[in-house]
């Protein structure tokens, strides 16, 4: 009683302002609202928020992942639902509009009463609505890569962090197999996960004997269209050592820049790029041939061959032609897709198992959920990371615009939310177990143990 009683004393000193601890460790803590009317209390079916970027320069990633998160609601209310409710999608288009995300967000969980959110793509989108998800307790699965250095109690996610994807890759293009790069061209969109993620990429290069000379950074805006003179300096560059293009390019700017590299006969044997933010749905779109050899770096291709991605990849194209979607059989999966389909599926055992759609005793049983992957593997959400456990993959461009896998991990990777290669970052923890810790701390809080 008395250690509850400091904790309380500090929070409302302010103390420990950069924590919220979880309503199970300390139940009669005020400082997060719950969500208006429990889900599960409420008549009817339960309301499950799709926060995806419909129209606006976003639109080519996020419109298939909204498809993919209502095909895996069909899909549960065609087993009967969940707790003998049916689920009820309730889709908003954010329209590319960051501080429209915001909006949209406390309008899903104050107004329509979600029981949880899926959503967003970008990191600035992401970092938009983060702060209504935590004012009023919500809970919301991200289903892309992204920079790291963020972990929040009410958020699960299932994309890669950098250690999962750009870390990997970049070792990737060091290496023999890879094509053995002496100097690098960081090239990004210009916004917090492109910056934040080459911030990251140049320490890791930097440690590794890149001289700064070897080092190229160039930023674009959203919805860039002309890239020829950047890829003819990117041409000038990489005269006299081996040189690699790291992409975190989003968006629809990405059509242009691959057909800029076709028209400059950029290949891939000469400069090779690994992108980041380009998968089947991208390439879709493009002339691929010109593109053949050139990388990306996921935790899941299409291309992959296992009896449970061939049932869904199945299962959407039965979708796609069921609901009649544009372009129809040309439609593809990829790697934000299955990372939104398996968030949803988690979510589902979670509810099965807390036995509940309110959010505090669905959080706690996602975290540990194990779930067998269109990748291939049995994959787990972190207990204390609120990541997902990912193997990383890395394919090249086919003429198809399918990938060819080359290289791949043996098994999954657990996430690194903090980067051990940023000094400000390296003892940072993420850690939401009981006793709690916080999700930006370098020390344990209230009771808790040795960090792992």
């Not at 103390?15 to 409420?42: G, H, K």
């Not at 962090?161 to 970049?170: K, L, S």
């Not at 933010?277 to 050139?294: A, C, F, M, Q, W």
């Given at each position: 009683?008395?250690?509850?009683?400091?904790?309380?004393?500090?929070?409302?000193?302010?103390?420990?302002?950069?924590?919220?601890?979880?309503?199970?460790?300390?139940?009669?803590?005020?400082?997060?609202?719950?969500?208006?009317?429990?889900?599960?209390?409420?008549?009817?079916?339960?309301?499950?928020?799709?926060?995806?970027?419909?129209?606006?320069?976003?639109?080519?990633?996020?419109?298939?992942?909204?498809?993919?998160?209502l095909m895996a609601i069909d899909e549960i209310n065609a087993e009967g639902g969940l707790l003998g409710k049916k689920l009820e999608p309730v889709v908003v288009d954010p329209a590319s509009n960051w501080p429209l995300f915001a909006e949209k967000a406390r309008e899903l969980i104050q107004k329509e009463k979600v029981a949880v959110t899926f959503g967003c793509w970008t990191s600035v989108s992401r970092k938009s609505v983060l702060p209504v998800f935590e004012?009023?307790?919500?809970?919301?699965?991200?289903?892309?890569?992204?920079?790291?250095?963020?972990?929040?109690?009410?958020?699960?996610?299932?994309?890669?962090?950098?250690?999962?994807?750009?870390?990997?890759?970049?070792?990737?293009?060091?290496?023999?197999?890879?094509?053995?790069?002496?100097?690098?061209?960081?090239?990004?969109?210009?916004?917090?996960?492109?910056?934040?993620?080459?911030?990251?990429?140049?320490?890791?290069?930097?440690?590794?004997g890149v001289a700064e000379a070897d080092i190229m950074e160039e930023y674009t805006p959203f919805g860039h269209s002309d890239y020829q003179t950047i890829i003819a300096n990117i041409k000038k560059f990489a005269e006299g050592k081996r040189t690699a293009v790291i992409s975190t390019?989003?968006?629809?700017?990405?059509?242009?820049?691959?057909?800029?590299?076709?028209?400059?006969?950029?290949?891939?044997?000469?400069?090779?790029?690994?992108?980041?933010?380009?998968?089947?749905?991208?390439?879709?779109?493009?002339?691929?041939?010109?593109?053949?050899?050139?990388?990306?770096?996921?935790?899941?291709?299409?291309?992959?061959?296992?009896?449970?991605?061939?049932?869904?990849?199945?299962?959407?194209?039965?979708?796609?032609?069921?609901?009649?979607?544009?372009?129809?059989?040309?439609?593809?999966?990829?790697?934000?897709?299955?990372?939104?389909?398996?968030?949803?599926?988690?979510?589902?055992?979670?509810?099965?198992?807390?036995?509940?759609?309110?959010?505090?005793?669905?959080?706690?049983?996602?975290?540990?959920?194990?779930?067998?992957?269109?990748?291939?593997?049995?994959?787990?959400?972190?207990?204390?990371?609120?990541?997902?456990?990912?193997?990383?993959?890395?394919?090249?461009?086919?003429?198809?615009?399918?990938?060819?896998?080359?290289?791949?991990?043996?098994?999954?990777?657990?996430?690194?939310?903090?980067?051990?290669?940023?000094?400000?970052?390296?003892?940072?923890?993420?850690?939401?177990?009981?006793?709690?810790?916080?999700?930006?701390?370098?020390?344990?809080?209230?009771?808790?143990?040795?960090?792992?």
């Amino acid at each position: 009683m008395l250690r509850i009683k400091t904790l309380f004393a500090m929070l409302s000193l302010g103390l420990v302002a950069a924590c919220q601890p979880p309503a199970e460790t300390a139940p009669t803590e005020p400082a997060a609202p719950a969500t208006p009317e429990a889900p599960a209390a409420a008549d009817g079916p339960v309301k499950i928020g799709i926060l995806h970027s419909l129209s606006g320069t976003m639109a080519i990633s996020e419109t298939s992942l909204k498809d993919v998160a209502l095909m895996a609601i069909d899909e549960i209310n065609a087993e009967g639902g969940l707790l003998g409710k049916k689920l009820e999608p309730v889709v908003v288009d954010p329209a590319s509009n960051w501080p429209l995300f915001a909006e949209k967000a406390r309008e899903l969980i104050q107004k329509e009463k979600v029981a949880v959110t899926f959503g967003c793509w970008t990191s600035v989108s992401r970092k938009s609505v983060l702060p209504v998800f935590e004012e009023l307790n919500g809970l919301l699965f991200y289903p892309v890569q992204y920079e790291g250095e963020e972990s929040s109690y009410n958020v699960f996610y299932t994309g890669a962090a950098p250690n999962q994807q750009a870390i990997p890759a970049t070792e990737y293009l060091m290496s023999a197999a890879g094509g053995g790069a002496k100097r690098f061209v960081l090239l990004g969109t210009d916004y917090v996960y492109p910056r934040t993620t080459n911030k990251i990429l140049r320490h890791f290069l930097m440690s590794k004997g890149v001289a700064e000379a070897d080092i190229m950074e160039e930023y674009t805006p959203f919805g860039h269209s002309d890239y020829q003179t950047i890829i003819a300096n990117i041409k000038k560059f990489a005269e006299g050592k081996r040189t690699a293009v790291i992409s975190t390019i989003n968006g629809d700017s990405n059509v242009p820049f691959y057909k800029e590299l076709g028209n400059q006969g950029l290949k891939a044997e000469d400069i090779p790029v690994v992108a980041f933010s380009v998968g089947e749905e991208e390439l879709r779109g493009i002339d691929t041939k010109p593109l053949v050899g050139h990388l990306a770096a996921w935790n899941y291709f299409m291309s992959i061959d296992n009896p449970i991605n061939k049932g869904f990849i199945e299962k959407w194209k039965a979708y796609v032609k069921k609901n009649n979607l544009p372009d129809g059989d040309k439609r593809v999966t990829n790697d934000p897709m299955e990372a939104t389909y398996v968030g949803i599926m988690m979510w589902k055992q979670a509810v099965l198992q807390s036995g509940s759609f309110d959010v505090d005793p669905v959080r706690q049983a996602v975290a540990g959920q194990v779930y067998k992957a269109p990748s291939g593997f049995e994959i787990k959400m972190d207990e204390r990371n609120h990541h997902l456990h990912k193997p990383v993959v890395i394919g090249e461009v086919q003429a198809d615009g399918q990938f060819k896998i080359v290289w791949q991990t043996e098994a999954p990777v657990r996430a690194a939310p903090w980067s051990p290669f940023v000094p400000d970052s390296a003892k940072k923890v993420a850690d939401w177990t009981y006793p709690w810790v916080c999700g930006n701390c370098t020390e344990g809080k209230y009771g808790s143990v040795a960090m792992k």
